[in-house]
């Protein structure tokens, strides 16, 4: 108890006094905590120009990210719509083979069609042109055999009308031989037009072949790396050897040296 | 009156100070900077510079007065503060030692101090005390910490605390029968 005793007295005599401080304590204290607060509003001026200018980085970062995206983004779709392309090239190619082998036979009932009767020419060479116009892209085609066309289906008509109405006179005639001659000129035209065609869907099919030789050249790369795998095999045991080799002379000479 | 008026409101007073009314706050410093003052002198020998650790004690109170939360009172508060920047305040000055060396225990505590020894004198010895031993003993003996608090304020185990402590009273002791005997003496 004694020292608790002695703690307390001591306590108790120190606990009674008060020290005051000097007058400008006060003072002084008074300024420090001016000049605390003024740093204090300093530092929010600062934390909000730094806030202010994360926002602006962050609103700038975005138009520029807004003005990139989109230029990323555009070849992925020219990517897959040039796949597309290619798919219906492809199919294209496969279609104006068809139309080709069609036309073909078209051209051969044509020819044989031809000289016999006017009508059966004029009928067959109306659907030929159709199924060009429909398998072939080209405007020039297009527009020619439009012409064509519509040369054809007043042809037709015409014809028809004369042959239903069995009236024959020479004004017709006349008419009926200048449209012959016109017909005559666009199935010549045509024929040429084919004949390119024909040699598109040639080229087309040589091309497809080529790239069919190409996936074939791929898998001789792929051989060529089985055989490579096979010779660093075949080196890495050669190496092996030579170590073993060198190990069991080195073994001898010991050996022997110890001999 | 006024004071005791005001004291009454110590509440309001510190609502006030909270939002940096200057005038609210000078009142708190007046009511308390005289004993917070005497606290900081226990540990700190001169009166300057007790002053300066107490107005750093005081300057830290009005910064970081939302975080006092009215559980204890607002002396205990602030006298913790005081008691923490009086430590801190001798750290900076130099690397507080706490002596080691043996000390012959003698239990001759004398159960009375004398009533004529003035604080003053209680004060001139507790600063004739190596730095070490002061602190401890003033911490516990007169604050009321606990030797786990002391040994985690001073980075010091709690036996080391202790020790010093023991050794403080020791020395203490010693001075206070020096100082009865030559009064003794005199008379």
Same mark, same amino acid.
């Given at each position: 108890?004694?020292?608790?005793?002695? !703690?307390?007295?001591?306590?108790?005599?120190?606990?009674?006094?008060?020290?005051?401080?000097?007058?400008?304590?006060? !003072?002084? +204290?008074?300024?420090?905590?001016?000049?605390?607060?003024?740093?204090?509003?300093?530092?929010?001026?600062?934390?909000?120009?730094?806030?202010?200018?994360?926002?602006?980085?962050? +609103?700038?970062?975005?138009?520029?990210?807004?003005?990139?995206?989109?230029?990323?983004?555009?070849?992925?779709?020219? !990517?897959? $719509?040039?796949?597309? @392309?290619?798919?219906?090239?492809?199919?294209?190619?496969?279609?104006?083979?068809?139309?080709?082998?069609?036309? @073909?036979?078209?051209?051969?009932?044509?020819?044989?069609?031809?000289?016999?009767?006017?009508?059966?020419?004029?009928?067959?060479?109306?659907?030929?042109?159709?199924? #060009?116009?429909?398998?072939?892209?080209?405007?020039?085609?297009?527009?020619?055999?439009?012409?064509?066309?519509?040369?054809?289906? +007043?042809? $037709?008509?015409?014809?028809?009308?004369?042959?239903?109405?069995?009236?024959?006179?020479?004004?017709?005639?006349?008419?009926?031989?200048?449209?012959?001659?016109?017909?005559?000129?666009?199935?010549?035209?045509?024929?040429?037009?084919?004949?390119?065609?024909?040699?598109?869907?040639?080229?087309?099919?040589?091309?497809?072949?080529?790239?069919?030789?190409?996936?074939?050249?791929?898998?001789?790369?792929?051989?060529?790396?089985?055989?490579?795998?096979?010779?660093?095999?075949?080196?890495?045991?050669?190496? +092996?050897?030579? #170590?073993?080799?060198?190990? /069991?002379?080195?073994?001898?000479?010991?050996?022997?040296?110890?001999? | 009156?006024?004071?005791?008026?005001?004291?009454?409101?110590?509440?309001?007073?510190?609502?006030?100070?909270?939002?940096?009314?200057?005038?609210?706050?000078?009142?708190?410093?007046?009511?308390?900077?005289?004993?917070?003052?005497?606290?900081?002198? /226990?540990?700190?020998?001169?009166?300057?510079?007790?002053?300066?650790?107490?107005?750093?004690?005081?300057?830290? #109170?009005?910064?970081?007065?939302?975080?006092?939360?009215?559980?204890?009172?607002?002396?205990?508060?602030?006298?913790?503060?005081?008691?923490?920047?009086?430590?801190?305040?001798?750290?900076?000055?130099?690397?507080?030692?706490?002596?080691?060396?043996?000390?012959?225990?003698?239990?001759?505590?004398?159960?009375?101090?004398?009533?004529?020894?003035? #604080?003053?004198?209680?004060?001139?010895?507790?600063?004739?005390?190596?730095?070490?031993?002061?602190?401890?003993?003033?911490?516990?003996?007169?604050?009321?910490?606990?030797?786990?608090?002391?040994?985690?304020?001073?980075?010091?185990?709690?036996?080391?605390?202790?020790?010093?402590?023991?050794?403080?009273?020791?020395?203490?002791?010693?001075?206070?029968?020096?100082?009865?005997?030559?009064?003794?003496?005199?008379?």
């Amino acid at each position: 108890m004694a020292p608790i005793n002695f !703690d307390n007295d001591i306590k108790n005599k120190l606990e009674e006094r008060t020290i005051e401080p000097s007058a400008n304590a006060w !003072d002084k +204290l008074s300024d420090r905590l001016d000049a605390s607060e003024q740093k204090n509003s300093k530092k929010g001026f600062f934390w909000l120009a730094i806030a202010a200018s994360i926002v602006g980085i962050l +609103l700038v970062s975005q138009l520029f990210f807004k003005n990139t995206l989109p230029n990323n983004s555009t070849p992925i779709i020219v !990517d897959t $719509t040039q796949e597309s @392309d290619t798919e219906k090239t492809i199919e294209q190619t496969n279609k104006e083979e068809v139309s080709t082998n069609v036309e @073909d036979v078209l051209v051969e009932k044509e020819n044989s069609l031809i000289p016999e009767e006017k009508k059966t020419s004029s009928s067959t060479f109306n659907n030929k042109t159709q199924v #060009v116009e429909l398998n072939i892209d080209k405007s020039n085609v297009k527009e020619r055999l439009k012409k064509g066309e519509k040369i054809n289906n +007043l042809n $037709t008509s015409e014809i028809t009308g004369i042959n239903n109405k069995e009236q024959q006179s020479e004004i017709l005639l006349a008419q009926n031989e200048t449209e012959n001659n016109l017909i005559a000129k666009v199935i010549e035209v045509t024929d040429t037009e084919i004949d390119a065609l024909l040699n598109r869907a040639k080229q087309d099919i040589v091309k497809q072949e080529n790239q069919s030789d190409n996936t074939i050249a791929l898998d001789y790369n792929e051989l060529l790396q089985d055989v490579e795998d096979d010779l660093e095999e075949s080196f890495r045991d050669k190496m +092996l050897k030579k #170590v073993k080799e060198s190990y /069991y002379t080195v073994k001898t000479v010991v050996a022997e040296r110890n001999d | 009156m006024k004071v005791i008026q005001l004291y009454k409101n110590e509440s309001k007073l510190i609502k006030k100070a909270i939002q940096n009314n200057r005038e609210a706050q000078h009142v708190l410093f007046e009511l308390h900077a005289p004993k917070m003052l005497s606290v900081c002198r /226990y540990y700190i020998k001169d009166k300057q510079y007790a002053e300066e650790a107490m107005l750093n004690g005081f300057f830290k #109170v009005f910064s970081n007065l939302k975080s006092f939360k009215s559980e204890g009172s607002f002396e205990g508060w602030i006298r913790k503060i005081m008691v923490r920047e009086s430590i801190s305040f001798l750290r900076q000055k130099k690397n507080i030692e706490f002596p080691v060396e043996e000390v012959e225990i003698h239990n001759d505590y004398t159960n009375n101090i004398k009533t004529e020894i003035e #604080v003053e004198q209680i004060q001139k010895l507790i600063d004739a005390l190596p730095e070490g031993y002061k602190i401890v003993f003033v911490m516990y003996a007169i604050e009321g910490y606990k030797h786990q608090e002391i040994a985690k304020t001073l980075n010091i185990s709690e036996g080391t605390s202790k020790s010093q402590l023991f050794k403080a009273r020791k020395m203490l002791q010693e001075k206070i029968n020096k100082l009865n005997t030559m009064s003794n003496g005199t008379n």
